[in-house]
């Protein structure tokens, strides 16, 4: 109930400003890994611009389950239909995510020079379901590429983003009791489309119902949203 309204941000130019006058982008994972790449030694697109075979160092569909220290560099422990494998690096960036397995292994090897109430500081009070969606701009000069649609609810928050043809959307909810990040529930495409169920009939725009965004999405994944703050920042073995 109440009445709409529409506001000017300057949220963006602010964003551009304090980047060295880029402006932001939006895309998916996906493209970025594409990007990285064509970039590789040994890596692009072959004369069918389809992407080449990746080279040799690369492990794809590999799953880490732990980064051992010690020695020279770090052995990453692999598996990969079912088996296990393993390699030494001079250097390795942990960027998996929310449940990080290079977290885990970083914190075991500490051998205690990371407090407990650093490894208990991580945890869980929201839970996002978030997605990319086709989705054209229609012309009412209303919303535009580039522009941002945001509503705050007592129990969520809806958050999204216009970019070339796509919609990048963001539903925020506060979870029944904060979890441990280590043991937060984890969530399936069952329960994300659950959460997208309870929200079909939410206008996202005038014209546009959350149902309609989300019957046209391209890609979704509901996950906890990890806070905390950190005594220690870094680990020297």
Same mark, same amino acid.
């Given at each position: ?11 963006? =130019? ?8 880029? !402006?932001? *982008?939006?895309?998916? #994972?996906?493209? *970025?890994?594409? /990007?990285? %790449? ?6 692009? +697109? ?19 389950? #732990? ?20 390699? +030494? ?9 929310? /449940?990080? $397995? $290079? ?5 075991? !090897? ?13 945890? !869980? ?25 945001? &509503? ?32 937060? $529930?984890?969530?399936? =495409?069952? =329960? ?7 929200? !079909? ?6 014209? *546009? &119902? %959350?149902?309609? *965004? ?24």
């Amino acid at each position: 109930h109440g009445h709409p309204l529409v506001g000017a941000s300057d949220f963006y =130019d602010r964003l551009r400003d304090a980047n060295g006058g880029y !402006a932001p *982008l939006l895309f998916a #994972r996906s493209a *970025l890994m594409g /990007y990285l %790449f064509e970039k590789l030694p040994g890596g692009g +697109r072959g004369a069918d611009g389809q992407m080449v075979e990746p080279p040799a160092y690369m492990s794809m569909g590999a799953r880490v389950e #732990r980064v051992e220290s010690g020695g020279e560099g770090a052995r990453v422990v692999f598996t990969r239909d079912g088996k296990e494998s393993s390699q +030494r690096y001079d250097l390795v960036v942990g960027a998996d995510g929310v /449940y990080s $397995t $290079t977290r885990k292994s970083i914190w075991s !090897a500490a051998n205690g020079a990371i407090p407990a109430t650093d490894k208990a500081a991580l945890t !869980a009070k929201f839970k996002c379901l978030y997605g990319i969606s086709d989705f054209e701009v229609d012309g009412d000069g209303v919303f535009g590429v580039g522009d941002m649609v945001e &509503t705050h609810h007592k129990k969520f928050n809806f958050q999204m983003l216009l970019h070339g043809k796509q919609a990048f959307w963001f539903v925020f909810v506060k979870k029944q009791m904060r979890e441990h990040i280590d043991s937060a $529930t984890r969530y399936t =495409d069952e =329960d994300a489309a659950k959460m997208a169920s309870e929200f !079909a009939d939410f206008a996202v725009l005038h014209n *546009l &119902t %959350f149902g309609e *965004l989300w019957a046209r999405r391209t890609r979704f994944k509901l996950a906890n949203l990890e806070e905390g703050v950190l005594k220690y920042s870094r680990f020297y073995a």
